[in-house]
């Protein structure tokens, strides 16, 4: 039985201009005629509308359509917008945490170094490459490397969509291992992390890059 207290607030709050007033959306939906019937009709339009008036994102599509777990996925959204927990950014916070690399020792730890400039980011990077047969530029830093993912995941192809998985569940390795070294001072080498990450995307791929993942010999 439907309790009667959910039908009854979405009717008496989409039934006055007062209230899309409020929320200031009156002025952007003219077309949308308001009244208290076919009530969830009229919030997917002004759902959608609303959606329209905002700036499309550049990794729109490496998020869209992902096969990787959605921890992955959310992670690579975390990288991209340079919101993990990096040691640079804790240092500007005042904190005492030791500044150089957990993987090479050498560099301090940034987002562009551990996820693409640290030679073992970039052993893993290399062997799942070669393991999709995909040529990839030498030397990148994590922004060229971002902007050739974002262009060589675009469209429905199934290495376009394979790498895209890949891209998130590579990051999401990196940084689990970083973690596991700092916190649980356990090591994997950059062989056995490729091919953890090959196993995982063997498993989540969808049926028509099925074929294509097959015929990938890691
Ligand atoms: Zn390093």
């Avoid at 949308?32 to 019937?37: I, P, R, S």
């Avoid at 599509?61 to 927990?85: D, E, G, T």
């Avoid at 073992?120 to 290399?126: E, F, G, R, T």
């Amino acid at each position: 039985m439907t309790p009667p207290m959910v039908e009854y607030p979405l009717d008496s709050f989409f039934s006055t201009s007062y209230n899309l007033e409020l929320l200031g959306t009156g002025d952007l939906l003219p077309q949308v005629e308001w009244n208290t019937t076919k009530n969830r009709s009229k919030i997917k339009e002004v759902y959608l509308q609303l959606l329209d008036s905002l700036p499309k994102v550049e990794w729109r599509h490496i998020m869209s359509r992902n096969s990787a777990r959605p921890k992955a996925i959310f992670h690579m959204w975390l990288q991209i917008h340079n919101r993990l927990l990096t040691v640079d950014r804790l240092l500007k916070w005042g904190m005492q945490v030791e500044p150089k690399c957990v993987f090479c020792k050498g560099v301090d730890e940034t987002r562009d170094h551990i996820f693409f400039e640290c030679h073992y980011a970039q052993q893993v990077w290399y062997k799942l490459m070669r393991w999709l047969k995909i040529q990839w530029p030498a030397h990148c830093s994590w922004g060229l490397q971002y902007l050739l993912i974002l262009a060589r995941t675009r469209g429905k192809s199934s290495q376009a969509n394979v790498l895209k998985m890949v891209y998130s569940e590579f990051g999401f390795a990196i940084w689990n291992e970083r973690n596991k070294r700092v916190f649980e001072d356990k090591e994997q080498n950059a062989e056995s992390l490729a091919r953890e990450i090959a196993c995982i995307c063997n498993v989540r791929t969808v049926v028509r890059s099925r074929a294509y993942l097959q015929s990938c010999i890691f």
